[in-house]
């Protein structure tokens, strides 16, 4: 299977504690996508890189967050001092580069279920 | 601010008649639109798009039509099966960043 794959699948962790996650795109693309999903929401956009280069964060993304894309392959995303607000499915998306009169389209990983308790 | 919205929660239809789920939106530099599926459990799945340069675009019992004047998109599923029920996701790009509706959950009766 050549799809995003993104691990853990859940996480469960006690306020304070730092928690990360993994997100490995599909192989030939080139830009990778961190989104937050709560309840009865859509996903919410987090942060963007293109390559190994941090491109685009939301407001969303305190300071508590942080992701990276060493070698612009797989991706990690770590959240430090875990507060109950941020429980929510934390999803992964990779596309290639946008080409003229094509739209981008992105394809998600599973996502990461995160419960902090 | 919600730039993108699913008005209707939830959609039940009878196996084999028509699906039509709704999109609105507000940003006029929106130029790619997108509709996803999504299993509880599951990512959500890309489905189908259309880029701003078209009104209509068909794949199999899907089409998406895009009313641009009126900011407004519609995914028509037909005929509906069983299989095809999930949650839906329209999605709106300009540039980078995509936006999500709030999705609509689509159950088929069979």
């Known amino acids: 299977d050549t799809g995003v794959s993104q691990d853990p699948r859940h996480k469960i962790t006690k306020r304070g504690q730092n928690v990360t996650f993994r997100c490995d795109p599909i192989?030939?693309?080139?830009?990778l996508y961190w989104y937050r999903q709560t309840l009865g929401q859509g996903p919410e956009f987090l942060t963007y890189?293109?390559?190994?280069?941090?491109?685009?964060k939301s407001r969303l993304l305190s300071d508590r967050f942080s992701a990276e894309r060493p070698k612009g392959s797989f991706s990690t995303l770590e959240i430090q001092r875990t507060e109950q607000g941020d429980s929510a499915m934390y999803l992964c998306?990779?596309?290639?580069?946008?080409?003229?009169?094509?739209?981008?389209?992105?394809?998600f990983g599973p996502g990461t279920r995160l419960l902090v308790l | 601010d919600q730039q993108v919205k699913q008005n209707s929660p939830s959609l039940r239809v009878q196996e084999g008649r028509i699906s039509i789920l709704n999109c609105d939106y507000t940003?006029?530099?929106?130029?790619?639109f997108l509709w996803y599926k999504k299993y509880p459990a599951e990512g959500p799945t890309f489905l189908i798009s259309?880029?701003?340069?078209?009104d209509k675009n068909e794949d199999g019992r899907f089409t998406v039509f895009l009313n641009k004047s009126a900011k407004h998109l519609s995914l028509h599923i037909v005929p509906s099966q069983p299989g095809d029920s999930a949650v839906y996701f329209c999605?709106?790009?300009?540039?980078?960043?995509?936006?999500f509706g709030t999705g609509t959950s689509l159950t088929v009766i069979p």
């Open positions: 890189f293109q390559n190994e280069a941090q491109l685009e």
């Open positions: 999605a709106a790009s300009a540039g980078n960043q995509f936006y």
């Open positions: 259309i880029s701003s340069i078209k």
């Open positions: 192989s030939e693309h080139n830009r």
């Open positions: 940003n006029s530099m929106f130029d790619y």
């Open positions: 998306a990779s596309s290639a580069n946008r080409d003229r009169g094509v739209g981008e389209t992105q394809y």
